[in-house]
């Protein structure tokens, strides 16, 4: 067996004598996180030292999820889209087809649609964007004309315009806050469901001089980069992982990464912010500054890495079939990554699995699995096995409204840790669905003149 | 028909059965009473049908025989009706008596009540029948007050107290008979002309939540007053209730607010409220949404009176600043308190003071840092309206810029690998548009012998900033190696990070 390096089994090199409590739980942390990185916990590991992912656990917590829920979970009454979605993405990835879930989520998502536009978090509450976002991505997961149909595209129109402000920006709900949470919910749904971008009339970004739904929202964006370089919620506030995945998704969807994120952004600050996202020993990322590493950053943060790296590339070729066929050559190229993808994997299938019967992936080791984390975490662990390549940009930003990705497997660099079987299927980097799905529904809905 | 003599036409006298214990439970009583009114019944069920006296064959077959007639399965004209009765009243026939397997139903856990004790099911009947009866009242009640609304008046408080009681009660009966909640809302005159929208979603939803009943019943109730959108006093009432319950419920906070406007409510006592409901949730992050909602409708009534801003960017400071006490770094809180900031205007030392203090606490409290940052270099006096916060600002005073500097480098001394401090002092750096070779003799202090045998390293940061300082220098071999030592030894884990700065010095 392969020893496993220092740099994740070995405190950091410099260490600070002065301690506070932020120190103090960092070191909790790292205490929490050490005998699962080092192999000190029971249970078979591959050459690496590292567990395998427990597919069939995990995909059987997915499902009890997915059933009925204790009543403890009345806290999640305003928030059940994303159990949903949490669950059917994750599925989806650990390989498992949720199109037998189709009926039940239509009928199931239908009260939730009001008619003034949008979803909510269930049947009697306010459209929100967030649900709405769950919604219409848990129906592209399951797919076909009747989940697709579901949806009524002019009543999310108005909504859309009702939730616009004269800022640029989007609130969460008719009077809800404002965040960048907003902006990449109504991209992401202005995109998949190919909403006219003409503002409604009646909206107050239109009294304000806006004629288009996503015009003013870049800009808006980079009003959220702080001085550290990463994104907050709003501007003003603290940067955070969650809304530096949400900006650039955004961004990539206003125009092509490598022409948007550079406008609205300053990149060399964003990577630096976002590099300094990850842990070590712990190899995972942590969602602010000195905070705690979270598995959930693997797809915050660490879902980053893609839209960075091709907001650096620009174009190019996707890989050639013999390329990703040829272990060799792919080698040969060697690892150009920004961050540790080592790093990341360890942490995801040393400390994120629950290896218990109750399954599901978590926080850390001291938290109890959800939904949430599985869903992220295993985004995370999509992202971090595979490649992907920006091939062909829009030519008319105004017209088009996606770019044509490809995605392989990653090789370079040498040295994997996982095992081939526990690489798990692949999700688009900013609908964060298979691009399979993704195309499915924008395709439905570009056919489509008018509502 | 012959005629029969008379002593042979009487039913033989019915053998006295063994005296029977009496009965136990309901089922026991119900197969007595059977046996009881269906003569010979048990006898012919111990000896058999063959074994009987003819007089007893006969009286049993007869008894038989007139069944169908008794339970009008078959009708009979008038003529043989009358025959009919002619024979059983001379033959003393049974005509009324009771089937067997009478089906007394089950309780609400499903027990079969024929399984009862006499006791048990006579306190059963007695509830039952004190139900009944309040129900009476319960009417009354209901026929008194739609006759006192027609004449225009309510009926009197004590009568709806006296009402509340009744429906507890009863609430309490149904519950324990049949198994049925009757919540507090509906146990309230207050909401009678309510009709709740219960949750609409099919048996087989996706992630059905088993709704606590007090919860499911509130908000059935608050679908119900959104959907006529009343906006009145029982609503705000209503609103608190589902907020104790859930306060992630968005719609409720949402409709709450709309309450407050219209009904015009004093906003201070509102914040007094939300006061207990933050300090109970402390994750919460509606409650933050909701205190702003409140401030923006609030301060333009009060903007002119500058003791009563002064007040209450006093009250609300110091609220912060508790709820900060138990959770430092919660973000919700800081955009908050980032949002109190622009809106009362509080580009104060006191502020400044606050985020101090914070930091004077826990130097890596990259929160209170951030806020400090927007204190300094958002202040509309001393900066550039609409100057991104990663963007030089000429307007920023050159103290300002000398005294965050000074700051930031004596937290750095504190401990010199708290990133925190660092990127405080780089963006005050990049915001005072000064040279990155200015923080050259600063930064290498935390540096020494590098690339040597000797080489230390106190800051992986500071070898960050170095780096970029001789990059701005010219100095490309010395950036290098410092990327290199990161990427090496002091940041490993960025190795890839480091070594793209590298490729990036090639360019």
């Known amino acids: 067996m392969a020893a496993i390096p220092a740099l994740f089994t070995s405190p950091p090199s410099i260490r600070d004598a002065l301690t506070t409590h932020t120190s103090d739980s960092q070191d909790e942390t790292v205490k929490v996180c050490q005998p699962f990185l080092s192999g000190q916990e029971p249970g078979t590991r591959n050459a690496y030292g590292i567990p395998h992912l427990s597919r069939d656990r995990h995909i059987k917590f997915l499902q009890t999820q997915l059933g009925e829920l204790p009543g403890a979970f009345k806290a999640m009454d305003p928030g059940r889209p994303w159990i949903f979605y949490w669950c059917l993405a994750a599925l989806t990835l650990?390989?498992?087809?949720?199109?037998?879930?189709?009926?039940?989520?239509?009928?199931?998502?239908?009260?939730?649609?009001?008619?003034?536009?949008?979803?909510?978090?269930?049947?009697?509450?306010?459209?929100?964007?967030?649900t709405t976002y769950a919604i219409v991505l848990s129906l592209a997961l399951v797919g076909g004309d009747d989940a697709f149909e579901v949806v009524d595209r002019k009543s999310m129109w108005r909504w859309l315009g009702s939730l616009k402000q004269p800022n640029g920006g989007f609130q969460m709900a008719v009077g809800g806050e404002e965040d960048v949470r907003g902006a990449y919910c109504a991209a992401v749904i202005i995109s998949l469901l190919n909403i006219p971008l003409d503002l409604p009339t009646d909206s107050a970004a239109y009294s304000a001089g806006h004629t288009d739904l996503?015009?003013?929202?870049?800009?808006?964006?980079?009003?959220?980069?702080?001085?550290?370089?990463?994104?907050?919620?709003?501007?003003?506030?603290?940067?955070?992982?969650?809304?530096?995945?949400?900006?650039?998704?955004?961004?990539?969807?206003?125009?092509?990464?490598?022409?948007?994120?550079?406008?609205?952004?300053?990149?060399?600050?964003?990577?630096?912010?976002?590099?300094?996202?990850q842990n070590a020993p712990e190899g995972g990322f942590s969602g602010r500054t000195n905070k705690l590493v979270d598995g959930c950053y693997c797809h915050w943060v660490g879902g980053c890495w893609p839209l960075i790296q091709a907001s650096l590339g620009g174009l190019q070729e996707g890989p050639k079939a013999e390329d990703v066929n040829n272990d060799a050559a792919a080698e040969e190229a060697g690892d150009h990554s920004l961050f540790s993808r080592e790093g990341m994997i360890r942490y995801i299938l040393c400390c994120c699995q629950d290896t218990s019967k109750r399954g599901g992936l978590r926080d850390k080791p001291s938290a109890y699995s959800d939904a949430y984390h599985t869903c992220y975490v295993l985004s995370g662990l999509s992202s971090v096995q595979h490649k992907w390549t920006l091939n062909v940009a829009r030519t008319d930003p105004s017209v088009e409204r996606t770019d044509k990705?490809?995605?392989?497997?990653?090789?370079?660099?040498?040295?994997?840790?996982?095992?081939?079987?526990?690489?798990?299927?692949?999700?688009h980097p900013v609908f964060v669905i298979p691009q399979q799905k993704a195309e499915d529904m924008l395709s439905y809905f570009s056919a489509k003149t008018g509502f | 028909m012959a005629p029969k003599s008379k002593a042979s036409s009487k039913a033989a006298p019915i053998p006295e059965s063994k005296a029977e214990p009496p009965p136990e439970t309901v089922g026991e009583r119900s197969t007595q009473r059977f046996y009881k009114t269906n003569t010979l019944q048990k006898r012919c069920e111990e000896v058999g049908l063959a074994a009987l006296t003819p007089a007893e064959k006969k009286?049993?077959?007869?008894?038989?025989?007139?069944?169908?007639?008794?339970?009008?399965?078959?009708?009979?004209?008038?003529?043989?009706?009358?025959?009919y009765w002619k024979q059983v009243s001379k033959e003393n026939l049974p005509i009324r008596r009771l089937r067997r397997n009478y089906d007394w139903g089950?309780?609400?856990?499903?027990?079969?009540?024929?399984?009862?004790?006499?006791?048990?099911?006579?306190?059963?009947?007695?509830?039952?029948?004190?139900?009944?009866?309040?129900?009476?009242?319960?009417?009354?009640?209901?026929?008194?007050?739609?006759?006192?609304?027609?004449?225009?008046?309510?009926?009197?408080?004590?009568e709806v107290e006296e009402e509340k009681k009744t429906r507890a009660a009863m609430a309490v009966l149904r519950k324990e008979l049949y198994g049925k909640i009757t919540g507090p809302l509906a146990q309230d005159p207050a909401w009678d002309d309510v009709v709740p929208i219960p949750q609409a979603e099919p048996e087989d939803a996706l992630?059905?939540?088993?709704?606590?009943?007090?919860?499911?019943?509130?908000?059935?109730?608050l679908r119900a007053v959104m959907a006529t959108e009343e906006l009145s006093e029982r609503c705000l009432r209503l609103t608190q209730l589902v907020i104790n319950m859930n306060p992630a419920h968005y719609t409720v906070w949402l409709y709450r607010f709309k309450i407050v406007k219209a009904l015009e409510l004093p906003i201070l006592d509102e914040i007094e409220w939300l006061n207990r409901v933050a300090l109970q949730n402390l994750?919460?992050?509606?409650?933050?949404?909701?205190?702003?909602?409140?401030?923006?409708?609030?301060?333009?009534?009060?903007s002119s009176d500058t003791v009563a801003v002064k007040k209450l960017a006093k009250s609300e400071t110091e609220f912060i600043s508790r709820i900060l006490e138990e959770d430092t770094k919660n973000y919700h809180v800081w955009s908050y308190r980032q949002y109190l900031v622009g809106k009362l205007e509080l580009w104060t030392p006191a502020e400044l003071g606050a985020a101090q203090n914070m930091i004077e606490d826990d130097v890596r409290n990259n929160s209170a840092w951030s806020h400090r940052f927007f204190v300094v270099f958002s202040n509309p006096k001393e900066t550039t309206p609409g100057s991104l916060p990663t963007a030089t600002d000429p307007k920023v005073p050159v103290a300002t810029i000398d005294r965050e500097l000074a700051y930031a480098k004596e937290k750095i001394a504190l401990a010199p690998q708290n990133q925190s401090s660092w990127n405080y002092l780089r963006g005050v750096l990049v915001k005072s548009g000064r040279d990155f070779a200015t923080l050259a003799e600063f930064t290498e202090q935390f540096v020494s012998g590098l690339g040597e045998e000797s080489e230390d390293v106190k800051s992986s940061h500071a070898l960050d900033l170095l780096a970029e300082i001789y990059k701005a220098k010219g100095d490309k071999e010395k950036a290098k190696l410092c990327l290199e030592r990161l990427a090496a030894k002091w940041d490993p884990v960025r190795e890839g990070y480091w070594k793209y700065q590298i490729a990036e010095l090639e360019k």
């Open chain 1, 214 to 277: 996503l015009s003013g929202l870049g800009e808006w964006i980079s009003r959220c980069q702080t001085y550290e370089g990463g994104v907050s919620a709003k501007p003003g506030t603290e940067a955070h992982g969650a809304y530096a995945f949400c900006a650039l998704g955004c961004l990539s969807i206003l125009d092509s990464p490598h022409r948007a994120v550079p406008r609205y952004l300053d990149v060399p600050r964003l990577i630096s912010w976002i590099s300094s996202r």
């Open chain 2, 106 to 158: 089950q309780d609400r856990q499903g027990r079969q009540l024929d399984t009862y004790k006499l006791a048990d099911f006579g306190e059963r009947s007695l509830k039952q029948a004190r139900l009944a009866a309040l129900d009476i009242l319960h009417r009354r009640f209901l026929a008194k007050r739609d006759k006192a609304r027609k004449e225009g008046s309510e009926l009197p408080a004590e």
């Open chain 2, 283 to 302: 994750k919460n992050y509606q409650i933050w949404h909701h205190r702003q909602l409140l401030l923006d409708y609030y301060l333009p009534s009060i």
């Open chain 1, 405 to 427: 990705w490809s995605v392989s497997p990653f090789k370079e660099g040498g040295q994997q840790v996982f095992d081939e079987e526990d690489r798990i299927r692949t999700t």
């Open chain 2, 207 to 221: 992630a059905r939540i088993a709704y606590p009943d007090d919860y499911a019943e509130a908000v059935s109730y």
């Open chain 2, 59 to 83: 009286t049993y077959s007869h008894a038989q025989l007139i069944i169908p007639v008794s339970q009008d399965r078959v009708p009979l004209s008038i003529k043989a009706e009358r025959e």
């Open chain 1, 94 to 130: 650990l390989g498992e087809d949720v199109v037998s879930y189709r009926e039940r989520l239509i009928r199931t998502v239908r009260p939730m649609q009001n008619e003034g536009g949008g979803f909510a978090g269930g049947f009697g509450q306010d459209s929100h964007l967030a």
